[in-house]
C-alpha cells in the first residue's frame, strides 16, 4: 500500500492507511472500540497509538467501517475481507422464518455427512462474537457411528450408575426412560446421529459457556440451508460433566472446561408448518 509506511512511521505499525483512498472521515478512529486509533502526526492520517498494539481487539472494525478501502489491519488484511454483497442481503421476513424452521432433529438418515460441509459450518461459526474477540473455541468432531454409540452407551452407564446410587424420586424422570429405551434398542441420548461435534473452550475464557454456545447457534443455523438438522446433546453434557470414563473417550482438549455437544446430520423427515411458542416476558423499565 502506497505512503503506508512513511504514515505510519515503518512496518511494524498494525494499521495501515492509504493516503490516497482515506477521505480522513475518522470513521476507524470513531468506531475503535478500544479508543487505539487516532490522527497522527504525518498530514493528518489515522494512526494506532503508540503502544496501541497490546490493547488491540484484532476485531477488524477499522477495516469494515472504512467506506473507501483505505484501511489494512496487519492481522486483519484488507484482502482478506471481502466487500458485502448487497444482493445476498435477507429481510426480516426471511431471518424470522430461518429462525422459526429450525428443528431439533431427533430422526437422523443413515447418510454419513461429508467432511467439507462439516469443515464449512465450523468456519462459518467462527463469525460467532466472542467476548474479547478472544476465539478461543475449539471443535472436537465425531463422525464414526463406532465412537457415537461408545459415547452414548457411557451416557447411558452413567445413568445406570445413578440410578443405583441416588432415590429415584430426585432424579429427572426421563433418566429412567432412556434406560429403558437404550435397553429396548432405542438411542434417545444421541438418536443414532451420524456426526457429533463438541464445542469447547478453555477455563479462563471468562465468556467460555457464552462463546461455546453461541458458536454452536451460529452452526446449527448455518446447517439448514445445506439441508442438514442439529440437536442440543443436552443429556450427553451432562454425563460429560461428571463421568469420568467418557471424559476419557471424548478427550476434549487439555483445561476445556466450558463445553456443549450437538448432533449432526440429515433429517429424515420434513417440517411443513411452524410451531408456536409462549409470549416473551418483557419488562420495560
Ligand atoms: C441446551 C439444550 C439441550 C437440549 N438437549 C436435548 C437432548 O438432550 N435431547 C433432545 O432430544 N433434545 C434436546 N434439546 C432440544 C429441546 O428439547 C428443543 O429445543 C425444544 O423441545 C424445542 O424444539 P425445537 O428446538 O425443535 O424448536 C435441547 C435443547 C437445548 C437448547
Request: some cysteine; hydrophobic content about 40%.
Amino acid at each position: 500500500m502506497r505512503g503506508a509506511r512513511e504514515l505510519n512511521g515503518g512496518e511494524n505499525k498494525m494499521i495501515q492507511v492509504d493516503p490516497e483512498k482515506c477521505k480522513k472521515d475518522g470513521l476507524c478512529r470513531e468506531e475503535c472500540p478500544v479508543a487505539i486509533i487516532d490522527w497522527g502526526k504525518h498530514g493528518g492520517f489515522p494512526e494506532m497509538i503508540d503502544g496501541g498494539e497490546k490493547n488491540c481487539l484484532v476485531c477488524g472494525h477499522c477495516v469494515a467501517v472504512c467506506p473507501n478501502g483505505a484501511l489494512s489491519h496487519k492481522l486483519v488484511p484488507l484482502e482478506e475481507c471481502p466487500t458485502i454483497d448487497e444482493k445476498l442481503r435477507v429481510d426480516l421476513d426471511q431471518v424470522t422464518q430461518l429462525l422459526r424452521s429450525r428443528r431439533s432433529i431427533r430422526n437422523f438418515r443413515e447418510r454419513p455427512v461429508e467432511k467439507e460441509k462439516i469443515e464449512r459450518l465450523i468456519h462459518i461459526a467462527r463469525y460467532a462474537p466472542t467476548g474479547g474477540n478472544l476465539q478461543l473455541v475449539h471443535w472436537t468432531v465425531f463422525t464414526s457411528r463406532e465412537a457415537i454409540w461408545k459415547m452414548a452407551s457411557l451416557a447411558i452407564e452413567w445413568i445406570r450408575k445413578l440410578m443405583e446410587t441416588v432415590p429415584l424420586a430426585s432424579l429427572p424422570p426421563y433418566m429412567p426412560r432412556i434406560v429403558a429405551g437404550w435397553d429396548s434398542g432405542k438411542d434417545t441420548v444421541l438418536r443414532n446421529a451420524p456426526v457429533v461435534l463438541i464445542a469447547s473452550s478453555p477455563k479462563q475464557d471468562p465468556n467460555g459457556m457464552v462463546n461455546v454456545t453461541l458458536a454452536l447457534s451460529y452452526l446449527e443455523l448455518a446447517a439448514l440451508p445445506m439441508g442438514l438438522g442439529t440437536c442440543w446433546a443436552g443429556i450427553l453434557q451432562r454425563a460429560l460433566q461428571s463421568y469420568e470414563p467418557l471424559r476419557e473417550m471424548v478427550a476434549l482438549p487439555e483445561g476445556h472446561t466450558n463445553h456443549y455437544p450437538m448432533m449432526l446430520g440429515y433429517p429424515k423427515f420434513r417440517y411443513f408448518r411452524l410451531p408456536e411458542r409462549r409470549p416473551p416476558q418483557i419488562s420495560w423499565r
